[in-house]
T-cell receptor
């Protein structure tokens, strides 16, 4: 039981390049989330999904796109990377809404030069 | 503007001291969670509080949810170096969208 996994763990991009971050969970959770974490700002929600085939915008969605074609996978895409997107990205999943625990992956450290 | 304000943002103390971290908002939450994050890892849930006035204890950690469900506190007794990390509070709004609102975090350093 791996929980939530993220690939890659580290990535360096040049401004304007694109990339996709992959998140996978093996807990059969309905809800999945993408956050970014910057110093002094806690975790900010980028996009989330309440089930297979659904996506919704979070607090800071601009510059990112997501897809949830399979229940266990949640992909985060950057079409044209900018230095402001340098951050640590975390994926999380939860069984349901409300007071349910969110399980986090180990994070992806992205640097855009 | 942060919907959940945590204070202090940084705390450095000696082993054996007590400390309290606060998480405050002007909004009412259905529930509030506390997570702990170690460097290079994702946050891990410590506790969830649901009822106004609720107090939960986890060994040397005591969590309290305010009566009005707008604030919470985390108290650590006799802190140990192993308590070092980033502590995050996260609230679930009554709109029940499935999203959590996170505070900006409190970095705790416990020196031996």
């Amino acid at each position: 039981n791996a929980g939530v996994t993220q690939t890659p763990k580290f990535r360096v991009l040049k401004t304007g390049q694109s990339m996709t971050l992959l998140c996978a969970q093996d807990m059969n959770h309905e809800y999945m989330y993408w956050y970014r974490q910057d110093p002094g700002m806690g975790l900010r929600l980028i996009h989330y999904s309440v089930g297979e085939g659904t996506t919704a915008k979070g607090e800071v969605p601009d510059g990112y796109n997501v897809s949830r074609l399979k229940k266990q996978n949640f992909l985060l895409g950057l079409e044209s990377a900018a230095p402001s997107q340098t951050s640590v990205y975390f994926c999380a999943s939860s069984k349901d809404r409300g007071p349910y625990e969110q399980y986090f992956g180990p994070g992806t450290r992205l640097t855009v030069t | 503007t942060q919907l959940l304000e945590q204070s202090p943002q940084f705390l450095s103390i000696q082993e054996g001291e007590n400390l309290t971290v606060y998480c405050n908002s002007s909004s009412v939450f259905s529930s509030l969670q506390w997570y702990r994050q170690e460097p290079g890892e994702g946050p891990v849930l410590l506790v969830t509080v649901v009822t106004g006035g609720e107090v939960k204890k986890l060994k040397r950690l005591t969590f309290q949810f305010g009566d009005a469900r707008k604030d919470s506190s985390l108290h650590i007794t006799a802190a140990q170096p192993g308590d070092t990390g980033l502590y995050l509070c996260a609230g679930d709004l009554p709109s029940n969208t499935g999203k959590l609102i996170f505070g900006q975090g409190t970095t705790l350093q416990v020196k031996p």
